[in-house]
C-alpha cells in the first residue's frame, strides 16, 4: 500500500514563526503536492514538484515556499507564520504521467494522500 | 481557471441511492476524480473519467460527459459508514504539469 506520512498531526505556532511541515512517501512518485483545506474554501494547491529540485506555484502560493531534496521527502515552509495560515495542510504524491486513457481498468495515477497536519498560528 | 461546483450537502437515508452532481469549467481537461473524506480524515480514492460514459465499482458509479462539463457520482444501498464529504476534482493539464483542482466537497449525511 502507498503510504504517504506527514510530521505532526497537531502543531501550534506563535505568530511570526518558521514552521516546517514535512511529508514522506515510500512509492517512489514522482510527483508531490502541498494544499491547504479550510471550510467553504476546499483543497487548494499551494506547490507542487514534479522531480527533486524542482517546485512550480500553485493556486496560492504567497507566504509558502517549498523544498524537495530527495525524492521522497517534500517541506512545506512558512517562513514568518501568520493567523490566516491557520488550516489543516495535507500532503499528496502520484506517479508522472496521465495515466491509461481507458475507462476501466486503467493506471489513474491518482494523488495519494497523507493524514494531514492541522496548523494553529495564535 | 477553473470552476467545479457541487452541492454543499445533501441527505439521504440508509439503503437508498444518492447522486451527487459535479459541474466544471475546465481548460487542459484531463480526468476527473472523486475523492471520499470522512471528517479527521485524508481523501481517499474512489474514482475516476477520462472518457464518456459510467464506471461501476461495487456500490458506487461514476458518470462523465465531457461535452456538457458534467460528472455524477452515485452511492446505491446507501451504509451509515458513506457519511462523509465527497470531493469532485478536475485534473488538467497545463504548461506540460498536470495538477487537480477540487470543488469544494458534498457532505453526505446517510440517517437510519
Known amino acids: 500500500d502507498v503510504k504517504v506520512t506527514q510530521s505532526s498531526r497537531y502543531l501550534v505556532k506563535r505568530t511570526g514563526e518558521k514552521v516546517f511541515l514535512e511529508c514522506v512517501q515510500d512509492m517512489d512518485h514522482e510527483n508531490m503536492f502541498w494544499y491547504r483545506q479550510d471550510p467553504g474554501l476546499g483543497l487548494r494547491l499551494i506547490y507542487f514538484?514534479?522531480?527533486?529540485?524542482?517546485?512550480e506555484k500553485g493556486d496560492i502560493p504567497e507566504g509558502y515556499s517549498v523544498s524537495r531534496e530527495k525524492k521522497e521527502r517534500f517541506s512545506l515552509i512558512l517562513e514568518s507564520a501568520s493567523t490566516n495560515q491557520t488550516s489543516m495542510y495535507l500532503c499528496a504524491s502520484s506517479f508522472e504521467g496521465q495515466g491509461d486513457l481507458g475507462t476501466s481498468g486503467g493506471v489513474y495515477n491518482e494523488q495519494f494522500f497523507g493524514p494531514g497536519t492541522r496548523l494553529t498560528v495564535l | 481557471g477553473q470552476n467545479i461546483d457541487q452541492p454543499t450537502e445533501m441527505t439521504a437515508t440508509e439503503g437508498a441511492i444518492v447522486q451527487i452532481n459535479c459541474t466544471y469549467q475546465t481548460s487542459g481537461f484531463n480526468g476527473l476524480f472523486w475523492y471520499q473524506q470522512h471528517a479527521g480524515e485524508a481523501p481517499t480514492f474512489l474514482s475516476y473519467?477520462?472518457?464518456?460514459g459510467l464506471e461501476e465499482k461495487g456500490r458506487f458509479s461514476s458518470f462523465l460527459s465531457r461535452s456538457k462539463g458534467y460528472s455524477y457520482l452515485l452511492l446505491k444501498e446507501l451504509q451509515m459508514k458513506d457519511s462523509a464529504s465527497y470531493l469532485c476534482?478536475?485534473?488538467?493539464?497545463?504548461?506540460?504539469?498536470?495538477?487537480?483542482?477540487f470543488g469544494k466537497g458534498t457532505m453526505l449525511l446517510v440517517s437510519p
Open positions: 476534482a478536475v485534473r488538467s493539464m497545463n504548461s506540460g504539469y498536470s495538477t487537480l483542482t
Open positions: 514538484s514534479y522531480d527533486v529540485k524542482m517546485k
Open positions: 473519467n477520462v472518457l464518456d
